[in-house]
């Protein structure tokens, strides 16, 4: 497998996989007290990650202004440091946040924000660019959202950003951006368990890479959780919004969806991988467009997940496979 991919038509080069720096902003909560991170972070394991990520291969970073309040665009700036123009960062914008005490505070999606929301990510990143700029509110009024495409053509035409995304869902909402000439992706939702076929049929068609956040399944599909098992509780996991599926009553895994992992677990563990090396095999025999970005908190999850490059995509005969073992 070419353990590089283009972000759609825009001609930037990115490795294959990428990497999800949500976990690495550390605690963070909603207004009404739910966490909305990972649990607790060790700022300066999250840098050796990042740096160790980049001996081994990965150019592409994924973050958001609001992961930890703008805590995870520090520290991936810290991380990157002299070495940023070899790398691809992506960053977010739409949610507003109190950074003093860590706490979400609504959203804007004003094309005046958007020009703040970018000084502002530029400034904690250490950067002058962002090179994919994307919009964070998935259900947004689709034509409100085209003012803010319009917004960040002007930005690209400035030299803030290369290129830009909507982060949705919705394939529908994702077509309003990609009628913009540097409109390069959509972030979306896909894993072995939630596939996405319509999205990824309008990246094809549309010229757009897949970035696909969740690849593991919110961790399902990492071989790290048990039935039930607790979860931290500054983990959201522990306390599930409605759109995260598979921790239900936030008791931990719903058994049922590990018991879908189960069922496919020896295809995925096939040439040596781990179960998390496999389920991003998965991803990338799914589509050419897709680039998958799971999250890390350690060197040690960053080297397993740098490791599935090696490995490269399943096959189109174990893509069926699994079809059949999860009765789709």
């Known amino acids: 497998m070419d353990t590089t991919r283009t972000l759609g038509r825009s001609g930037i080069e990115v490795s294959a996989l990428g990497f999800g720096c949500w976990a690495i902003g550390g605690e963070w909560q909603?207004?009404?007290?739910?966490?909305?991170?990972?649990?607790?972070?060790?700022?300066?394991?999250?840098?050796?990650a990042v740096r160790h990520?980049?001996?081994?291969?990965?150019?592409?970073?994924?973050?958001?202004d609001n992961y930890g309040t703008g805590h995870s665009e520090r520290v991936l700036g810290r991380a990157l440091g002299k070495r940023r123009a070899d790398v691809v960062v992506a960053t977010k914008w739409g949610y507003l946040f109190d950074e003093r005490t860590r706490t979400a505070d609504g959203s804007d999606d004003s094309p005046e924000h958007l020009r703040r929301a970018l000084t502002a990510s530029l400034r904690r990143l250490d950067t002058d660019h962002v090179d994919l700029?994307?919009?964070h509110i998935g259900d947004a009024d689709p034509e409100h959202a085209a003012l803010l495409r319009d917004t960040c053509e002007?930005?690209?035409?400035?030299?803030?950003?290369?290129?830009?995304?909507?982060?949705?869902?919705?394939?529908?909402?994702?077509?309003?951006?990609?009628?913009?000439?540097?409109?390069?992706?959509?972030?979306?939702?896909?894993n072995l368990l939630q596939d996405a076929p319509d999205m990824l049929r309008l990246c094809e068609e549309r010229g757009l890479a897949s970035i696909n956040r969740s690849p593991l399944a919110m961790g399902l599909l990492a071989g790290k959780r048990r039935a039930r098992q607790p979860l931290e509780s500054?983990?959201?996991?522990?306390?599930?919004?409605?759109?995260?599926?598979?921790f239900g009553d936030g008791s931990g895994a719903d058994p049922e969806w590990l018991a879908r992992v189960e069922a496919v677990r020896s295809i995925l563990n096939s040439e040596g991988r781990t179960l998390a090396q496999g389920a991003l095999a998965w991803l990338w025999a799914r589509s050419p467009a897709t680039v998958p970005i799971p999250g890390f908190r350690s060197v040690a999850q960053a080297e397993e997940n740098a490791g599935a490059m090696a490995k490269g995509a399943l096959t189109g005969e174990q893509l069926a496979e699994i079809d059949r073992l999860l009765g789709r």
């Open 133 to 135: 700029y994307q919009f």
């Open 234 to 246: 500054g983990d959201i996991r522990s306390r599930p919004p409605a759109w995260l599926q598979g």
């Open 53 to 64: 990520a980049l001996d081994l291969g990965v150019t592409f970073f994924d973050t958001s």
């Open 154 to 190: 002007d930005l690209v035409r400035e030299g803030l950003i290369r290129a830009y995304a909507w982060s949705t869902d919705d394939p529908a909402r994702a077509a309003v951006f990609a009628e913009g000439p540097h409109c390069a992706a959509v972030q979306h939702a896909l």
């Open 30 to 48: 909603s207004a009404d007290g739910l966490p909305l991170g990972w649990g607790k972070v060790d700022d300066e394991e999250s840098v050796r």
